[in-house]
């Protein structure tokens, strides 16, 4: 699979703050990732980096393998950034137009991409009467007049209303759905569960685990378990191979796996040690239980 | 080139502030001619300023670009606003993630104020060669195309003043904050200069000598006031004064050459702090 971007060992320091702290990854076409981390992460001063308006202060980062310089990448990039930015006395059409003439793409795309985003009807509205919502899908239409390779997106949803956090998300996911390459930078889980087949966990400037989204979520699984005499049950399971270790919380017990285990076999295990139970549940945790445990336990 | 010029000027014409202070400034520019029609009434004696040879050739070139520099903050507006305007509309940031470099982004900049200073110099010396050609009392072609160095003198002044601007517009960020700061070097550059002439270097040429090198005077040194050039007010010194004012009115290579490195380091330093800056 062809690699558009590759980050190497990427640090960056405002002052006394490590903001980024020997990030590596690599962006392969296709896929859609997610960058996850609280606020203050790291998030957006990676992308800042990459997108050549924030200074490095040292590892290395090359788009497209390397053979071009980064304002030429950046050409087949398309790129929003935490908050949208235009000429506030130009209308949507002259926005895009000028972006047009930056990138080297005909003024031809403005009116299709203005359609994708549902801005047609509003294209001789000047920006500053804009509502953030608007002035949020103006953006995405800008970032795709070139028919990036890559889109790259952080926080796009920040700051809007519940139905422009639903139009935004299914621009994203029909965008996706053709195949473009998507960076979506987020601190909202389910958006990156929704939309992300790839998953990168930031914290103070550190990757905590990058890799498929199914792979952070499956790994491990619990049970919940009640039984009339709950040491009992916790001595019986005390050498069960599978089990990584156990806590009782509100009257059950809860068991964490180390390797797979089906509730079924759980079931027969228990009744040829002689307990039979009252309540029995095998659940995974969801991507933010994943998330806040990976963040707070490190 | 074009296409930078293509989106500097859109940026430019689009923002009716910019467009007004721009139409404004050449509006004002072609209307120094009308000083042609002053006329004072002293008594029964008619004096009109057309007749007292400040519409003479070469004499013309020197009076119209001295007055017409005068009006250049009409336009210094317009430069730092659209650096600033970058700033705190977060386009500058827009701007290089669409894909423009810093490079190109200065550049970009850089044209614009050439063309703004061309337009300008056009235009005086399309004005003054109009206002000579019908009140001068000389018409012969050697003198009409002499002293042409005003004109040259006067596009290295505006390209100068501008790219002061320009930069900082890009230092400071914010449009009123740039020219209160240009309004402050100025008095700077006057006490500093000031200070030399009375303090430090009493009775000796050296002041002028160091204060020819700040880059505000070196802007004002390029053309020195015409006024006292002329003969009526010549007459006037000398007969209260008794001696004849010996002035050097010149436009001086070295001058032209001082002001010229200031452009370079204008542009310069600009390009090295937006390299520098983290947007």
Redesign the interface.
Do not use: A, P, V
């Given at each position: 699979m062809e690699t558009i971007l590759t980050i190497e060992n990427l640090n960056k320091r405002f002052g006394p703050v490590h903001a980024v702290k020997n990030v590596s990854l690599e962006i392969k076409k296709g896929n859609v990732y997610g960058i996850l981390g609280p606020n203050g992460s790291g998030k957006s001063t990676t992308l800042g980096i990459v997108l050549n308006v924030v200074n490095k202060t040292s590892g290395e980062y090359r788009w497209f393998g390397g053979a071009m310089e980064t304002h030429e990448a950046l050409k087949k990039v398309g790129a929003i950034i935490e908050r949208p930015n235009f000429y506030p006395y130009m209308t949507a059409q002259e926005n895009l137009e000028l972006v047009c003439k930056i990138k080297g793409t005909p003024n031809t795309k403005v009116a299709e991409k203005l359609e994708v985003v549902g801005l047609l009807d509003r294209k001789d509205s000047k920006f500053r009467t804009f509502s953030l919502g608007m002035k949020q899908r103006l953006a995405i239409a800008s970032a795709l007049l070139n028919d990036p390779e890559i889109l790259i997106l952080d926080e796009p949803t920040n700051g809007l209303d519940p139905q422009g956090i639903r139009q935004i998300r299914d621009i994203i996911k029909t965008i996706a759905s053709q195949g473009t390459t998507i960076l979506l930078a987020s601190h909202l889980l389910d958006e990156v569960e929704k939309v992300c087949s790839h998953v990168l966990v930031l914290r103070k400037g550190e990757i905590l685990y990058s890799g498929k989204v199914d792979g952070m979520i499956s790994n491990e699984g619990f049970f919940e378990l009640q039984s009339d005499n709950l040491n009992e049950l916790e001595s019986a399971l005390q050498n069960h191979p599978s089990i990584e270790k156990m806590e009782l919380e509100e009257g059950k017990l809860v068991v964490y796996l180390k390797s797979a285990l089906e509730a079924k076999d759980m079931n027969k295990y228990l009744v040829d040690k002689g307990i039979y139970l009252n309540h029995l549940v095998k659940r995974k945790h969801s991507l933010e239980e994943q998330f806040l445990q990976l963040t707070n336990n490190n | 080139m074009i296409?930078l010029l293509?989106?500097e000027f859109?940026?430019i014409w689009?923002?009716?502030a910019s467009r007004i202070l721009t139409i404004s400034y050449f509006v004002i520019l072609s209307f120094i001619a009308l000083i042609a029609s002053i006329k004072f009434n002293i008594g029964n004696f008619e004096l009109q300023i057309a007749d007292q040879g400040i519409f003479n050739f070469p004499y013309i070139w020197h009076f119209y670009t001295y007055i017409a520099a005068i009006l250049k903050f009409f336009l210094a507006i317009v430069i730092v606003s659209m650096m600033a305007n970058e700033y705190s509309?977060?386009?500058l940031?827009?701007?290089?993630?669409?894909?423009?470099?810093?490079k190109?982004f200065i550049q970009s900049k850089f044209i614009t104020v050439l063309v703004f200073a061309l337009a300008s110099t056009v235009f005086v010396f399309i004005m003054s060669l109009i206002l000579g050609l019908s009140f001068s009392s000389y018409n012969e072609i050697d003198i009409i195309f002499s002293d042409l160095e005003y004109i040259l003198a006067y596009f290295l002044k505006l390209t100068a003043f501008f790219s002061f601007c320009l930069f900082l517009g890009i230092l400071v960020k914010r449009s009123a904050f740039a020219i209160g700061f240009l309004f402050v070097w100025n008095i700077i550059e006057g006490i500093i200069i000031g200070l030399m002439k009375w303090r430090i270097f009493k009775n000796s040429d050296t002041a002028d000598t160091i204060a020819q090198f700040l880059p505000l005077e070196s802007m004002s040194n390029l053309i020195k006031e015409p006024f006292t050039r002329l003969n009526v007010i010549k007459n006037i010194e000398e007969s209260i004064g008794g001696v004849p004012n010996v002035k050097d009115y010149g436009v001086h290579w070295y001058s032209m050459f001082i002001v010229f490195c200031w452009i370079v380091i204008f542009v310069l330093m600009s390009y090295k702090i937006l390299?520098?800056r983290?947007?």
């Open positions: - | 296409r293509q989106i859109k940026k689009k923002n009716k509309y977060g386009t940031k827009q701007n290089l993630i669409d894909g423009f470099s810093k190109e390299q520098k983290d947007l």
